[in-house]
């Protein structure tokens, strides 16, 4: 499985953006996809987690901000990031592979990183 995130960009503090995930092979459907986060000189932290019945759930700093969703049919996975604040700017990764309440070491597929930065 070959994961491509796009969508990352430069957002004013209280904007928003949506990431998209896309997947390549059959088996998405079947996958837990999440995306992590990357801070610089921080280490890699969760972010979202969707499973293969559409079940969510978030870190508590994006909850209620960000909703993660996915289409089975396009092979896609989305983050719509709003209420953005500075302390999200991060690479934002998408894995997949892992399971539902996975670590970042148990995702065995992820994506190039999309850069997302908010200005205050």
């Known amino acids: 499985v070959q994961l491509q995130a796009s969508g990352g960009g430069l957002v004013q503090a209280g904007g928003s953006l949506r990431l998209s995930c896309a997947a390549s092979?059959?088996?998405?459907?079947?996958?837990?996809m999440a995306w992590f986060r990357q801070a610089p000189g921080k280490e890699r932290e969760f972010v979202s987690a969707v499973s293969w019945s559409g079940g969510t759930r978030y870190a508590d700093s994006v909850k209620g901000r960000f909703t993660i969703s996915r289409d089975n049919a396009k092979n896609t996975v989305y983050l719509q990031m709003n209420s953005l604040k500075p302390e999200d700017t991060a690479v934002y990764y998408c894995?997949?592979?892992?399971?539902?309440?996975?670590?970042?070491?148990?995702?065995?597929?992820w994506g190039q990183g999309t850069q997302v930065t908010v200005s205050s």
């Open positions: 894995a997949g592979g892992g399971s539902y309440y996975g670590t970042l070491a148990d995702f065995a597929y």
């Open positions: 092979g059959r088996t998405f459907s079947s996958l837990v």
